[in-house]
């Protein structure tokens, strides 16, 4: 199996910058897709950004120009860069992984992390 530990949540101000890290490990054989998602209080769980193995990104419209996602795939680590962050950028933020393991290679599956709690504070 895979475990995803999150970190560097916290409280920020309006404006400022937090970077997020999610490290994979287990009996990883391939990571096909990092992503970063996020629920704010009392709303549903959206997607944030998104990395393929090749590096190709992809980003919610709320965060595009503000957000960068990058993954070391030698760590089996990836990152959100998080600048200017804004009061509504406050959420729990869940790292996603679609991953194959050593045991089954050929068959992929989506692993979760326990989630790191952000808030923007205006």
């Known amino acids: 199996q895979v475990q995803l530990v999150e970190s560097g949540g916290g409280l920020v101000q309006a404006g400022g910058s937090l970077r997020l890290s999610c490290a994979a490990s287990?009996?990883?054989?391939?990571?096909?897709?990092m992503r970063w998602y996020r629920q704010p209080p009392g709303k549903q769980r959206e997607l944030v950004a998104a990395?393929?193995?090749?590096?190709?990104?992809n980003y919610a419209d709320s965060v595009r120009g503000r957000f960068t996602i990058s993954r070391d795939n030698g760590k089996n680590t990836w990152y959100l860069q998080m600048n200017s962050l804004k009061p509504e950028d406050t959420a729990v933020y869940y790292c996603?992984?679609?991953?194959?393991?050593?045991?089954?290679?050929?068959?992929?599956?989506?692993?979760w992390g326990q989630g790191t709690q952000v808030t923007v504070s205006s």
């Open positions: 996603n992984a679609d991953a194959h393991v050593t045991t089954t290679p050929t068959l992929r599956s989506a692993y």
């Open positions: 287990g009996n990883i054989f391939i990571i096909a897709f």
């Open positions: 990395i393929t193995s090749g590096g190709t990104t």
